[in-house]
Every structure is written in structure tokens, then in C-alpha cells.
Antibody
Framework: QLQLQESGPGLVKPSETLSLTCTVS??????????WGWIRQPPGKGLEWIGN???????YYNPSHKSRVTISVDTSRTQFSLKLSSVTAADTAVYYC??????????????WGQGTLVTVSS | SYELTQPPSVSVSPGQTARITCSAD??????AYWYQQKPGQAPVMVIY???ERPSGIPERFSGSSSGTTVTLTISGVQAEDEADYYC??????????FGGGTKLTVL
């Protein structure tokens, strides 16, 4: 059974860089058709897509965050990571990692991590 | 920016049928997906490609599409179906977009 687990600091200071890692177990990160993505959810609000990465390094970013976001993949460790720079309180959210299937021209999120709350505060 | 429009809330009594809509101009050209999210949990996909149901999802969940609107239908609603439901699709450039979410209340 595929499992994903987010890890990283739960508290980040304003203007600093948020860094999270997602560890994939129970399956390979190097499979065709599958991307690996990040989604966030501010407290009490809806879901917001951040970006997807393929094991080869091909990346799709949400244009709203593209200037601050870096997503990378480490296939040897079956991990992928998120970095979000110059954070503000508006970046406080539960951050989810997910497996993303590319099918018929669309992305769908079929396996999710449990999510990790990141609070931006001094 | 491209938006998927959902009603903020829907309420139904147990055993009735709940219908949650999601509207956007590009929906005739892009597939839609539906996710169920219960409090404190990660979302779970309940419908993919407008009307397909993943394995393990009860048959009472179904999806349909008509023009610029897709609909998630839950027939014979049960108390355990109370949750937030999100539609997801993409704009013309392929950017992933989620709807604002609909809170389903089972009375």
C-alpha cells in the first residue's frame, strides 16, 4: 500500500524559507504516469494546489506561487521536497503531499499524506 | 484567475439524495474530479474523470457532467457522508484548480 509522509518544521519565521519533505513508501517514485505534488489548506479554508514534479524533474507550478516555490525530487531516497521562500502569515496552512496521476490530459490526486501544519509566526 | 464555483453548503436528511454542483467555463473541455474531506483528515478522491468511481468508494457516489457544470450526487445519504467536498479541474493552460468546497450537512 502506497504511503506518503510529510516532515519538516512546524513553525517558520516571517521572511524565512519553509522547507518540507515527503517520503514515499510502498511503491517506487520512478514510475511512468505518476507525478508527485504539493497542496496546501489554510486553517478553515479550501485546498490550493502548489505544484507537481515528475521523477525526471519535469515540474508544473501554480503561477500564483511560482516565484517563491521550488519543488525537487530525490529518487534515491524516494523523497520529494517543497521550498517556499519569503513566507508570511498567509502561508500558514496544512501542507499535503500527494501522488498525482496524469491521465487523459489531466492531473488527479489519488494518494495523500496525512498533512502537516506549518505556522508562520515570529 | 480561473475559478470553480461550488455552493458553500448543502443540507439533506438521511436517506435523501444530495447534489453538489461545480461550475466553470472550461469544464466541457477538462475532466473534473471530486474529493471528500472529513475533519482532521486528508482528502479522498470519490469521483474521477467526471463520472468514474474509484475502487472502494460506495456506489451511492456518482458524478455527471452537463455543459459548464459537473455534479456530484450522493444517493441515500448516510451520516458518515457528512464532510467537505471539493471539485478539481484545470484551466486552459493546465493549471490545477480546486473549487472552494461545499460543506455537506446530514440533518
Amino acid at each position: 500500500q502506497l504511503q506518503l509522509q510529510e516532515s519538516g518544521p512546524g513553525l517558520v519565521k516571517p521572511s524565512e524559507t519553509l522547507s518540507l519533505t515527503c517520503t514515499v513508501s510502498g511503491g517506487s517514485i520512478n514510475r511512468d504516469r505518476y507525478y508527485w505534488g504539493w497542496i496546501r489548506q489554510p486553517p478553515g479554508k479550501g485546498l490550493e494546489w502548489i505544484g507537481n514534479i515528475y521523477y525526471s524533474g519535469s515540474i508544473y507550478y501554480n503561477p500564483s506561487h511560482k516565484s517563491r516555490v521550488t519543488i525537487s525530487v530525490d529518487t534515491s531516497r524516494t523523497q520529494f521536497s517543497l521550498k517556499l521562500s519569503s513566507v508570511t502569515a498567509a502561508d500558514t496552512a496544512v501542507y499535503y503531499c500527494a501522488r498525482v496521476t496524469y491521465d487523459s490530459g489531466s492531473f488527479l490526486f489519488d494518494y495523500w499524506g496525512q498533512g502537516t501544519l506549518v505556522t508562520v509566526s515570529s | 484567475s480561473y475559478e470553480l464555483t461550488q455552493p458553500p453548503s448543502v443540507s439533506v436528511s438521511p436517506g435523501q439524495t444530495a447534489r453538489i454542483t461545480c461550475s466553470a467555463d472550461a469544464l466541457p473541455k477538462q475532466f473534473a474530479y471530486w474529493y471528500q474531506q472529513k475533519p482532521g483528515q486528508a482528502p479522498v478522491m470519490v469521483i474521477y474523470k467526471d463520472s468514474e468511481r474509484p475502487s472502494g468508494i460506495p456506489e451511492r457516489f456518482s458524478g455527471s457532467s452537463s455543459g459548464t457544470t459537473v455534479t456530484l450526487t450522493i444517493s441515500g445519504v448516510q451520516a458518515e457522508d457528512e464532510a467537505d467536498y471539493y471539485c478539481q479541474s484545470a484551466d486552459s493552460s493546465g493549471t490545477v484548480v480546486f473549487g472552494g468546497g461545499t460543506k455537506l450537512t446530514v440533518l
